[in-house]
């Protein structure tokens, strides 16, 4: 089966611009994230969404793929922090067979995890969106975020309690045999004890910060390094800082979401960036030094004389750093000749007095003339 079209998989109509693919990629995540959606697939559904964000939202990759489709993509996966891996998803096998349970006649994933001595539980993983400047993506920053979690309780260090006491349901045996009387004979059925869990015994004094649980809500300060060149839409994994696990397993991990804010001056594409630049008439006609913003402070460019407006300037290796790798992009100064609304009679006389020197209009005079011949002839 073939790939789905990206836009599709946004709600997009075809060509539909990069701020529609930001829009749609925020809500696509919050609906079909894993640790927050009750729908069918959603880790697919999810991966979907995100393939299809990293594409369309970079210029080059969405034009690229505008044209040629998924031939130009090269597909490879999720890799990197880019990306969310098929192991960011973890999950608890015997939650799986839970699904089961009223096929098999018992609690199946209860019973699974007995067979394989799964009691221990892996916490679930937690998203957390950050905004930074456009300066802070290119030359990477280190931001103290708060997340609300789920952390063992510190006073009964995750246990639920103290001490142990045989489970008074399944009398220490960890499982609960129940037999039916049917037609066709006595059936006999054996589950996981509810009550505890399969172990057999249970806490014999409950821990009343956590009622048992193990578990507290904590809001903890975290500090996040977000690397040079980091662009909008990029992921951050932090191992071990989701949730808490429970009795003993380890804490799920928490993803930070990038979100860069748009620049005043500079426009990114890529590891280049753009900008425009006014000039005057006169700097355009007899040329200047003109003086420019960069990442680094300022930089000089020599503009010759005669430079028509529109005319692009490249400063070499003055754009962003390539994520995770040692290349840099370059700067792109494009001039905007501004011409001025106002005059006073000084200026008018020069600017009349320089129209007539001005061999434009002989040429356009002879250009009409020669598209006039052109027309009596036909």
Known sequence: MG???YYDVLGLKKGASVEEVKRAYKRLAKKYHPDISKEQDTE???????????????????????????AAQGFRGFQGFRGFNARDFEFDLGDLFNGFG??????????FREAFGQKSRRGSSIRHDINISFEEAAFGIEREITVE???SCPKCDGLGGRGKKTCQICQGRGVIR??????????????????????????E??????DGKGITKVKKKIEVKIPEGIASGNHLRLQGQGNAGRKGGQAGDLFVVVFVEPDKIFKRDGIDIYAEIPI???????????DVPTLKGSASIKVPAGTQAGTIFRLKEKGIKELGGTGRGDEYIKVIVQVPKKMNRKQRDL??????????KKERKNFFQKLGERFNKT
């Open 149 to 151: 979690k789920d952390d």
């Open 205 to 210: 004094n409950v821990c009343n910060k956590c």
């Open 102 to 111: 009223g096929m098999f006649g018992g609690n199946f994933g209860n019973a």
């Open 44 to 70: 697919a559904k999810f991966k979907e969404v995100l393939e299809a964000y990293q594409t369309l939202s970079d210029p080059q990759k969405k034009a690229n793929y505008d044209r040629f489709g998924h």
């Open 280 to 290: 005057s008439f006169p700097e355009a006609a007899l040329g200047t030094k003109l």
């Open 3 to 5: 790939k789905k079209d």
């Open 351 to 360: 600017i009349e007095a320089l129209a007539e020197e001005d061999g434009l």
């Open 178 to 203: 129940q037999e039916r009387r049917t037609p066709f004979g006595v059936f006999a059925t054996q589950s996981t004890c509810h009550n505890c869990s399969g172990e057999g015994t249970v806490v």
